[in-house]
């Protein structure tokens, strides 16, 4: 079974930058697609920026636009998701995980990370 692992979250002051990374224990395929989400105390899981592993191509919700950008390694099967000009709305805890199938919906993704914790203080 695949596992995905996030890490790099942490405190940061809003204005400040971060950058999670989303580690797979198997191979991710041209074909998979790595999303990341995040869920606020209180409030549903929501999309934040996908990437399609084998184009590279990307997709990012209106609320991140300009501030944060989805990468991927390739060879090591590793996705980042670096974010810069944070806000206190942007904390939450942030999962990345694979679909086979292009969406922005979590309902598609079938393999989920257990989370890592991001705080933008003022």
């Known amino acids: 079974q695949v596992e995905l692992v996030e890490s790099g979250g942490g405190l940061v002051q809003a204005g400040g930058s971060l950058r999670l990374s989303c580690a797979s224990s198997?191979?991710?395929?041209?074909?998979?697609?790595i999303g990341w989400f995040r869920q606020a105390p209180g409030k549903e899981r929501e999309f934040v920026a996908v990437?399609?592993?084998?184009?590279?191509?990307?997709y990012y919700a209106d609320s991140v636009k300009g501030r944060f950008t989805i990468s991927r390694v390739q060879a090591e099967n590793t996705a980042y998701l670096h974010m810069n000009n944070l806000k206190t709305e942007n904390t939450a805890l942030y999962y990345c995980?694979?679909?086979?199938?292009?969406?922005?919906?979590?309902?598609?993704?079938?393999?989920w990370g257990q989370g890592t914790q991001v705080t933008v203080s003022t």
């Open positions: 995980a694979r679909a086979n199938s292009y969406d922005t919906s979590p309902k598609t993704y079938s393999i």
């Open positions: 990437i399609r592993w084998g184009y590279g191509t990307t």
């Open positions: 198997g191979r991710i395929y041209s074909s998979h697609l």
